[in-house]
């Protein structure tokens, strides 16, 4: 596919050139091959004056709610795809015309295929298309052109997934796939061909997720002393009335500990091997995890059950984005010309830490098999950024930001003390690592996904004037 860029004059004038086509084709096809000539030139003339001096090209596009498609010289037209980039609606006049993609895509749900041989009635047929119709319309053209039209990467991308999807028709995707956010190329339908599988469509189905959740905890260090904060943390995770199972995903060197070494808990711990041993591993889609919702923890960080309880919840009423507790932001340094990375405390954020955060489990599988190799074995090298990764990928999945809730307050403390002396986040390169983690992965995703956020979610009766017998989550108040 081909998309020439046209002068503005140029485009007015090829525009109008086919109008006045249609309109004497249709009517006085003969007279208008004798007269063509002299009529085509004081057309010209006249509308090129007209559209250079009173109109900006682009700025009309936006400004309209209809644009005319009709049929060009070739197979295709390229106003169709400006008019789609523009978000003003397709009136499609050209018979027979086989729309881009229309295999999977749903045109009738962002576009108005019209009748060339009707083209009188066209007029009245928009007028009675009505303003929510009309922004279903227009919002669906974003969606289209930003998911399967935007670049010529995701063109052919586009192309190949439909291949695919037509040689493997037992794993292809659905059309609710195809034609609802966040589109066909980050649903992988090897990971289910079935929607309800996936966090975003469980709205669209009526559906919602499990009332349960998989802890996963990343062990890099041996365990020696039964004081170690793993343990704590095993304990306090179990004992929440949502989880199913604990899995303890061991990355260290050290042979894992005995199962006696372990605490008895009432839910299911299981230690895997991690294979690899790699830092991105640890977002490994491992099979054992059957739950929707998984808690992907760090074995440092400091939970009560309360704050595990809680947190599910909120998970469970926005299960497409990643709920977590200490948060990071991103911001334009305009001096260096580059994005910047802050664990400053400020009034917003824009990514929460994968060592304490719930998010679906599809997202380990979008982060293993769709984030390029390239991505990935920075991460391991770095042992760095894994979690800025996974926070750029969600939000450029859901186009939304992650969802901060409330934590006790010595958390960040804690965290750093018990971080004091093996931790990575002790290394002063860790820092600069990340600045250029987030520039080599916003330089991947073409544009930076990240947004900010200025919403925490405390239970209801957080911190008010009454008893404290009262409140549901007693102790995230409680230091
Ligand atoms: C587009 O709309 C704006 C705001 O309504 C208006 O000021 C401008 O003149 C319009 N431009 C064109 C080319 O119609």
Redesign the pocket.
């Known amino acids: 596919m081909v998309i020439a860029r046209l002068t503005r004059g140029e485009s007015c004038f090829l525009l109008f050139l086919r109008l006045v086509c249609y309109f004497f084709s249709s009517f006085f096809r003969t007279l208008a091959l004798i007269f063509s000539d002299v009529f085509v030139c004081v057309c010209v003339c006249v509308y090129l004056c007209v559209c250079l001096s009173r ?2 090209y682009q ?2 596009l936006h ?1 309209s709610t209809f644009c005319l498609v009709p049929r060009g010289r070739r197979l295709g037209s390229f106003r169709f795809l400006e008019a789609l980039q523009a978000a003003c609606i397709p009136v499609l006049l050209s018979n027979g015309w086989e729309l881009p993609f229309s295999e999977v895509i749903d045109w009738s749900k962002a576009a108005i295929i019209g009748d060339e041989r009707l083209l009188l009635q066209i007029p009245s047929i928009t007028r009675s298309v009505n303003a929510d119709r009309i922004l279903a319309l227009r919002q669906q053209t974003q969606f289209l052109w930003d998911s399967y039209f935007s670049s010529v990467a995701k063109i052919v991308l586009t192309t190949l997934e439909i291949i695919q999807d037509r040689i493997h028709t037992h794993i292809s995707r659905s059309r609710l796939m195809w034609n609802s956010l966040p589109g066909g190329l980050y649903t992988l339908p090897q990971f289910s061909s079935d929607p309800a599988h996936f966090p975003f469509y469980y709205g669209v189905l009526g559906k919602a997720p499990q009332q349960e959740f998989t802890a996963i905890i990343h062990a890099v260090t041996p365990l020696q002393s039964p004081l170690q904060p793993i343990l704590k943390l095993i304990i306090a995770v179990a004992k929440s009335k949502f989880c199913s199972q604990i899995i303890v995903l061991w990355n260290c060197d050290k042979p894992s500990p005995p199962r006696n070494k372990w605490p008895s808990t009432n839910v299911p711990l299981t230690v895997i091997e991690g294979e690899r041993k790699t830092m991105s591993g640890r977002f490994f889609p491992h099979d054992v995890v059957r739950t929707d919702a998984v808690l992907s923890l760090d074995e440092d960080s400091v939970l009560s059950t309360n704050e595990v309880d809680f947190a599910f919840i909120v998970w469970h009423s926005f299960p497409e984005r990643i709920v977590g507790y200490p948060a990071r932001s991103h911001y334009w340094d305009g001096g260096k010309g580059r994005w910047g990375y802050t664990s400053k405390w400020t009034n917003e954020y824009s990514m929460v830490l994968t060592g304490a955060a719930f998010y679906h489990r599809y997202y380990n599988y979008l982060y293993t098999h769709y984030l390029p190799s390239r991505l990935l074995s920075m991460v391991d090298q770095l042992a760095n950024c894994e979690d800025i990764l996974m926070n750029f990928l969600i939000s450029a999945v859901t186009k939304l930001p992650p969802i901060k809730v409330t934590q006790k307050k010595q958390y960040k403390e804690t965290m750093m003390q018990q971080g004091s002396k093996s931790s990575r986040w002790a290394d002063p390169d860790h820092f600069a690592q990340r600045q250029s983690c987030m520039n080599s992965f916003t330089g991947w995703f073409g544009f930076m996904p990240l947004l900010h956020s200025q919403l925490r979610l405390d239970p209801v009766l957080f911190k008010d004037q009454v008893s404290i017998l009262r409140k549901k989550y007693r102790d995230i108040e409680r230091l």
């Open positions: 109109f900006d700025e009309l400004n």
